[in-house]
């Protein structure tokens, strides 16, 4: 098992910047791709950015590229996603993720608690 313990967010203004931070602990040796989704109110988690912790390749959605950053670290098994230009419409709950490799060689999916990201116009 693999626990995600998620920090930073809270309340920024439009065209300000936040930081969020996640670490994974507990059986991370299989641990190899970590993300962040969000879910603003009433619809499904979404997509932000996934970082590939053995050679930093990342992904982004669309509506955060150039203004989200996301940085991992293999050996620490953290991500840190920097958001900067933030727009009212990021407002959201910020997940973090892990994905690790099971012994079935399937991937196992983790979620973190969840941080309230807050942007005012």
């Known amino acids: 098992q693999v626990q995600l313990v998620e920090s930073g967010g809270g309340l920024a203004q439009a065209g300000g910047s936040l930081r969020l931070s996640c670490v994974a602990s507990?059986?991370?040796?299989?641990?190899?791709?970590m993300a962040w989704f969000r879910q603003f109110p009433g619809k499904e988690r979404e997509f932000v950015a996934r970082?590939?912790?053995?050679?930093?390749?990342?992904v982004y959605e669309d509506s955060v590229k150039g203004r989200f950053t996301i940085s991992g670290d293999n050996t620490r098994k953290t991500v840190d996603l920097q958001m900067n230009s933030l727009k009212p419409e990021d407002t959201a709950v910020y997940y973090c993720?892990?994905?690790?490799?099971?012994?079935?060689?399937?991937?196992?999916?983790?979620w973190g608690q969840g941080t309230q990201v807050t942007v005012s116009s």
């Open positions: 993720n892990a994905v690790s490799l099971a012994i079935t060689n399937q991937p196992e999916y983790y």
């Open positions: 507990g059986q991370t040796s299989r641990t190899y791709s």
């Open positions: 970082v590939k912790l053995s050679d930093g390749v990342t």
